[in-house]
């Protein structure tokens, strides 16, 4: 199994539409969460980390559910900007290693 | 301040050959990951290196090797090239401590394997 599962997409979504992305993490010890966004060809980039309380920054809500080992993201008023592959990222209980989802596609259209 | 560093930025290599990738991390960053990215996949973790030495080792073959120097830099080496080793490569600092510590990529090296 996967430490991280995600789903690939992609989603097509018009300006100003809300999107949701849910990734899934097999191990129940893991402590540290994070999303992250790539565009084509590029790095990944921090977006945000995801505490156990939820976290808002901007347009972007980010959830945790330990119980169900499920972190979701959720993205109001979809921009054109937003179109990248968006990663969830679980840190390994040592620390020492993150996993990666494979990315859900995210394009927005005008 | 700057970023992560990483240098060359793309790299054209045959089967067999080594090849040597360097990375700076971020100032005060004593940590230093390197990943893995194909098309299509997310990074997969190779090595972590912390105050020169190894603390973590993903499912890579002994062909990659890796260092890190006393100035918290690190290079990852890769022998006898594979046309598979064709990818992304990532190299990442982070603080250690902070249980909410993310990871800070470099813009990465992309290797080519003909």
């Known amino acids: 199994r996967k430490e991280v599962e995600q789903d690939p997409g992609p989603f097509n979504v018009p300006e100003g539409a809300t999107v949701a992305f849910n990734c899934t993490y097999s191990?129940?010890?893991?402590?540290?969460f994070f999303w992250y966004r790539q565009d084509c060809r590029k790095e990944p980039k921090l977006l945000m980390s995801v505490y156990s309380s939820g976290n808002e920054d901007g347009r972007f809500t980010a959830q945790l559910n330990r119980a169900s080992q499920y972190i979701s993201l959720l993205i109001r008023d979809s921009k054109l900007s937003d179109s990248a592959t968006y990663l969830c990222v679980v840190r390994s209980p040592t620390g020492n290693q993150f996993y990666f989802g494979t990315g859900t596609s995210l394009t927005v259209i005008p | 301040d700057a970023g992560v560093t990483q240098s060359p930025t793309h790299l054209i290599k045959t089967r067999g050959q080594q090849v040597t990738l360097r990375c700076s991390p971020i100032?005060?960053?004593?940590?230093v990951s390197w990943y893995q990215q194909v098309l299509g996949q997310g990074p997969q973790f190779i090595f972590q290196y912390y105050e020169k030495e190894e603390r973590g080792r993903g499912n890579f073959p002994d062909r990659f090797s890796a260092r890190q120097f006393p100035n918290y830099s690190s290079e990852l080496n890769v022998n006898a090239l594979l046309l598979g080793d064709s990818a992304l490569y990532l190299c990442?600092?982070?603080?250690?401590?902070?249980?909410?510590?993310?990871?800070?990529f470099g813009n990465g090296t992309r290797l080519t394997v003909t």
């Open positions: 990442a600092s982070s603080l250690v401590g902070g249980a909410n510590s993310p990871l800070h």
């Open positions: 100032s005060g960053h004593k940590s």
């Open positions: 191990n129940s010890a893991s402590q540290s």
